[in-house]
Each structure stands twice: as C-alpha cells, then as structure tokens.
C-alpha cells in the first residue's frame, strides 16, 4: 500500500466510522505557531528550575495527607513560556506550587486527594509507581468536574524517576499536553549513595528536564486541535519545550551534573545527546524508568520515546568558563512509514534523514511534510538545538561515580513467547490496534491466571510507525530486539539487540516499524492484594485516545 492510500483509506475510515463528525479530510489544521516559533532564537530564556523560584514545578514533599487540584492555572501566558493552560495545583504556605515535583522516600506512604476542578473528567495516573489498580489512576476511576479522589498507597518502587499525569479515556493526549504533568522522583538507599558520592544538590546540580513539544499561538498560548491525521500520527508542535521555555539555557558550574529527562510529549521521539563545538560530547548513563542500572554506561546518544525517561551524569568538571554544551535532538528517520521497504520523505524540516535512514530506500512525497514545513526546523527527526548548557562558573569538585550503582539483577534470557502483541494499523476505522483489538472499557482480552514470569512479544507490522509499549502495574525488563532499523541496530551495546537505555528496569519500551521486541514481566512483584486490572497501551497519547489500549486482568 502506498502511503496516499493508506491515509485516503484512513481518512474514509473516519469519515465512514464517526458519523456526523465534519472530519476535514486530512487536511492539516491551520496552526499561527511558525510565527511564533522563527521569531524566537533558541537559548534566550533561563529554563525554569524549582530552586529559580518559579511558580512552576517546585519540588514538594508532602508530610501527611495533601490535596492535589488540577485546575485553570491562571498563568499568563508569556512569548517564550508554554505557560500551562491547566495545572496541577498545591497549596503550600501562601503560595501554590504549579506541577508540584514530589519526592518521596522508599516506603513513605503518598495520601493525596484529587480534586478536579477541570470543566471536563479527569483522573491522576501515577506512571510507573507501584500502586494497585484502583490507586494507579486508570481511566474506569476517571471523576467529573468538581470530582474527588482519594489515593493513599505506600511507596515501594526502586529509587527512581516516575511521572504523573492525567489518564481519562480519550481525554489523556489533550489535558497533558495542556499542562497537567510532573515528575514524581523517589529515593532509596542506592540514590542516596549516588548523590552524595556525587554531592548532587536535587534542582541545582540535580535537574530534572521534562521535554515537550507544543503549539503557541501569537501570545504563547498553548494550541491543542489536533486534525484527523495527526490523531493517526501523533500531534508535533513546533516549539520544543523544557520545563515549559521553549529551548532555553542553563548556567552551570565546571562539575558534574546529573539530568533527569523526562519525555512528556503526546507524540514526538527524540534521540537525543550532547554536542560541544559539534562534537558529541559522551555522557554515563545512571539509570532508566525505573531506577539505577547496575553500573552507569557510557553513551553519546539514544532514543527517547514519550513516557520514557534517562538519568544521565554529564561530566562538565574539564570544561572553562565561557564553554557551551547543547543537549539537542539528532537527525533519524522518524519512520513514519506505510509501505514495506519505502522510507516516506525527509521533508524540509526533517533534517538528514538520508544520512541514517538510507536503508530504507527512496523518499516519496510525504502528506507529513506540512508539519515539517510549518515546524520551523523542529520537524520530528530533524536536527534542532533543546537546551544550551553554559560554564558560568569554575568549581574545583572531584567527584568520582561509584562503580556499582545498585544491585539490579541480570534479566532473563529471551525465549517463548506467552503472549505476543501485534501493533498495526486499522484502516477502516483509522486507529492503530493491538492484536486487532480497540479500547473497551469493560473488555479484558488479556487474562493473566496465574502470577509468574511472561514473556511478552511486541510485533509491530512493516506498515507501521514507532509505537512505545507501556504496562500499568508491573514492570518489566527488555529481553530482545529482532528486525531492528539500522538506526536502532547501530545503537546496540549488548545481546539481543539492545541498546543501554534498554538495560534496566523499564515500563514504557519502543517498538519500530517490522521491529520484534520480547520483555520480561514478572507478576509476581509487587504482590498486589487481589485481582487486579490494569492496562497495555501505547504511549503515542493521540493512539492511546483512539483506543490502542487493552485492560490485563491478573487474577488473585
Ligand atoms: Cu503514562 Cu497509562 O500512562
Ligand atoms: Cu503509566
Ligand atoms: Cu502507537
């Protein structure tokens, strides 16, 4: 199939599946952010970090039982700040804190209520937190307006780097990318000897950087209208965010800095490193979704796809004051792709996908481009500067990261699959599915009957796109990669395939186009009281919403 078939199949599938809906086609929708995003230069406003004293994602620490609002948040919008249209609020003192970054220890206990007071329902997912079904945040507990609900669960997670954000059916691309996301970082005795080995200061030389892409419109208002077909392909802004500036720059001193990136975007991949003086500039990777691996590896790039997240050491100890270093995203092929072997086009703004995407045979017009050409040189896989790093400071602190980082068990060896997951995509109806099946809300077409270890197999057809893979509820180690694109292949550390960020504990993993991914879940741990019913789905929000989503229900 060719890829204008594919998308006039898709669009007649729409058109003939919602009825009355005046889909337009697949016309791009009219977006005024090109305005806004060529008249700002990269690196002019600070990135906002909680020890600036900004409003937003201040850190939090709750004692007892706090509440949790997620609500307009009357911030005004600013040229270079995607300030939230909606945020999680928490009152602190005579301040609210936007976005609140929570820490917690290992075995704190969270008691947090969420109050909606969005005009729309509304629910908390705590991404990667161990938490039974009922305490996840799953969109069966999603609450209406002026809505309540009460979580209280202890935390028994690994030290590590989780995220929370809003998980009603449908609703889940939109209200998070209108503002409602954090981070949720927990400590344990492995972190605790890692910062202070390190004499990390959390927000100071410890910074957590939550990458999103967004749409502003003249004002820096935040835009959200995603079109017909980029529900199908995901919604691509065109001003790349950190911690809500748009590409701003960090002043730092000659040491070594520890970044916790976050990939909070409804769609976009990244594959991302450092680059000085247009040399990659090596950093150690600590950790992944759900915590420290066992030694830190060393990297210079990686992909990073929505909901994942990398704990990176950047080494900046050599480095003289004046120096710059800039975290960007590097060229690939976003593989965006419908037909077997024909790689779609590198339009305008998507960079040299050539370069590394050559395997993949001749570029063909691409219905794409129009992002691309909109995006202002942010188009997904183009090469585009995030956030510039500046040597302000000469600071005089050797600091040597420990050999071992925590004591994490080998993972399995891949093997049989239990269970096996095709990811593609349904014409007739326009929505990607899992094993041909669509979100149902009372449907549980995945029954785990008895709690042991599985292997699970991600498939995704040639006719396809990225697709990272996510679990509620229990996490799981990446095993294999089988059929990789050259540019995963190229990124491969270890057996079966995989690259670093594949090696530790992991909730959300990447699936390419043709690509066979095996992982390992263990339903054993945690040991949740009783049956459960969690979700698959992938983490593409505008698929999630369509439906490419499954309830799994582990029985008691
Ligand atoms: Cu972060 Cu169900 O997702
Ligand atoms: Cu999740
Ligand atoms: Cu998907």
Same mark, same amino acid.
């Given at each position: ?178 503002? %409602?996301?954090? #981070? !949720? *970082?927990?400590?344990? @005795?492995?972190?605790?000897? =890692?910062?202070?080995?390190?004499? /990390?200061?959390? +927000? ?94 060393? %990297?210079?790039? #990686? !992909? *990073?796809?929505?909901? @994942?997240?990398?704990?990176? =050491?950047?080494?900046?100890?050599? /480095?003289?004051? +004046? ?97 096996? #997951?095709? *990811? ?133």
């Amino acid at each position: 199939m060719k890829r204008r078939d594919f998308l006039r199949n898709a669009a007649f599938g729409l058109c003939a599946g919602v009825a009355g809906v005046p889909w337009a086609g697949l016309k791009l929708s009219p977006w005024s952010g090109l305005a806004f995003a060529a008249r700002n230069a990269p690196f002019s406003v600070p990135l906002p970090t909680p020890s600036a004293g900004g409003a937003l994602f201040g850190f939090a620490t709750p004692e007892g039982p706090v509440e949790l609002v997620a609500a307009a948040s009357g911030l005004a919008p600013q040229p270079n700040i995607a300030a939230p249209v909606w945020s999680y609020q928490l009152a602190s003192g005579d301040r609210v804190i936007h976005n609140p970054i929570f820490r917690l220890k290992q075995g704190d206990k969270l008691q947090l209520a969420f109050r909606n007071a969005l005009p729309e329902q509304s629910i908390i997912h705590w991404h990667g937190l161990d938490a039974d079904a009922s305490q996840t945040g799953q969109p069966r507990y999603a609450v209406g307006p002026q809505g309540r609900y009460e979580y209280a669960f202890s935390i028994s997670n690994r030290g590590g780097t989780y995220w929370y954000h809003p998980h009603p059916h449908g609703l889940t691309a939109k209200q998070t990318y209108l503002g %409602l996301a954090s #981070f !949720f *970082l927990v400590e344990d @005795e492995d972190e605790r000897r =890692l910062s202070s080995a390190l004499g /990390l200061e959390l +927000g100071v030389t410890d910074i957590p950087l939550l990458l999103q892409d967004k749409r502003l419109d003249g004002q820096g208002r935040l835009v959200y209208a995603p079109s017909a077909e980029e529900m199908i392909m995901g919604y691509q802004g065109d001003a790349i965010c950190v911690n809500g500036a748009v590409q701003p720059y960090l002043e730092i001193g000659s040491r070594p800095y520890r970044f916790r990136i976050l990939n909070g975007s409804t769609a976009r991949l990244y594959r991302l490193g450092f680059v000085r003086n247009g040399a990659p500039q090596p950093c150690q990777l600590l950790g992944v979704d759900g915590g420290l691996l066992d030694a830190a590896r060393t %990297l210079s790039e #990686f !992909f *990073l796809s929505p909901g @994942e997240r990398v704990d990176l =050491l950047l080494d900046c100890s050599d /480095l003289a004051v +004046g120096d710059e270093l800039v975290l960007r995203n590097l060229p690939f092929d976003p593989m965006h792709r419908e037909e077997m072997g024909v790689s779609p086009a590198a339009p305008a703004g998507h960079g040299e996908h050539g370069a590394h995407g050559a395997e993949h045979g001749a570029p063909a017009p691409s219905a794409h481009a129009g992002h691309a050409e909109n995006a202002g040189g942010v188009g997904e896989g183009a090469d585009y500067p995030i956030l510039a790093l500046r040597v302000r400071q000469r600071v005089d602190e050797k600091r040597v990261l420990p050999e071992t980082l925590s004591a994490l068990p080998a993972a399995p060896a891949p093997g049989k699959a239990d269970r096996t #997951f095709t *990811l593609g995509f349904h014409a007739k109806s326009g929505q990607w599915r899992i094993n041909g099946l669509t979100f149902a809300m009372d449907a549980v077409p995945i029954q785990i009957l008895s709690r042991r270890l599985e292997i699970w197999e991600f498939r995704n057809d040639a006719a396809s796109m990225p697709h990272p893979m996510h679990t509620h509820g229990y996490p799981f180690r990446v095993l294999q990669r089988k059929n990789s694109p050259r540019q995963v292949r190229e990124l491969a550390v270890a057996e079966g395939g995989l690259s670093a960020n594949d090696l530790g504990v992991k909730d959300t993993v990447l699936v390419w186009p043709k690509e066979t991914v095996q992982v390992a879940i263990d339903f054993r741990t945690p040991a949740y009281a009783g049956e459960q019913i969690f979700l698959l789905h992938c983490h593409n929000l505008e698929h999630e919403d369509r439906g490419m989503m499954l309830n799994f229900r582990v029985a008691s």
